[in-house]
Nanobody, 125 residues
Framework: QLQLVESGGGLVQPGGSLRFSCTAAGFTLDAYAIGWFRQAPGQGQEGIGCINNSNGRTDYADSVEGRFTISRDNAKNTVYLQMHSLKPEDTAVYYC??????????????????WGQGTQVAVYS
């Protein structure tokens, strides 16, 4: 089983930026499609976006399009979620997830096989 570890959460004011990292020990992440999800307090899980494994294509949910960017650094075996212009409604626990199959377009946020433990971000004024 792939063990994913997220890092980079914290407290930030509205309009600020944060970057999450997703890594995996013992596995090469570029072989996996990576999705990012979040769960706000008292709410269900929301898909944010994904980066495909074969071609690096990224897709995003409308709620974060233009503010969030997913990228890979294969040399560091890390996938990033860069978040800008953060809003209070972005407060949530954020998770990365991995799947060995391609993910893009309509299946970007479909069920993933392996999940990280989550990292918290709180956007407050």
């Amino acid at each position: 089983q792939l063990q994913l570890v997220e890092s980079g959460g914290g407290l930030v004011q509205p309009g600020g930026s944060l970057r999450f990292s997703c890594t995996a020990a013992g596995f090469t992440l570029d072989a996996y499609a990576i999705g990012w999800f979040r769960q706000a307090p008292g709410q269900g899980q929301e898909g944010i976006g994904c980066i495909n494994n074969s071609n690096g294509r990224t897709d995003y949910a409308d709620s974060v399009e233009g503010r969030f960017t997913i990228s890979r650094d294969n040399a560091k075996n890390t996938v990033y979620l860069q978040m800008h212009s953060l809003k209070p409604e972005d407060t949530a626990v954020y998770y990365c997830a991995a799947d060995p199959y391609e993910r893009y377009g309509r299946n970007c946020l479909a069920q993933y096989e392996d999940w990280g433990q989550g990292t918290q971000v709180a956007v407050y004024s």
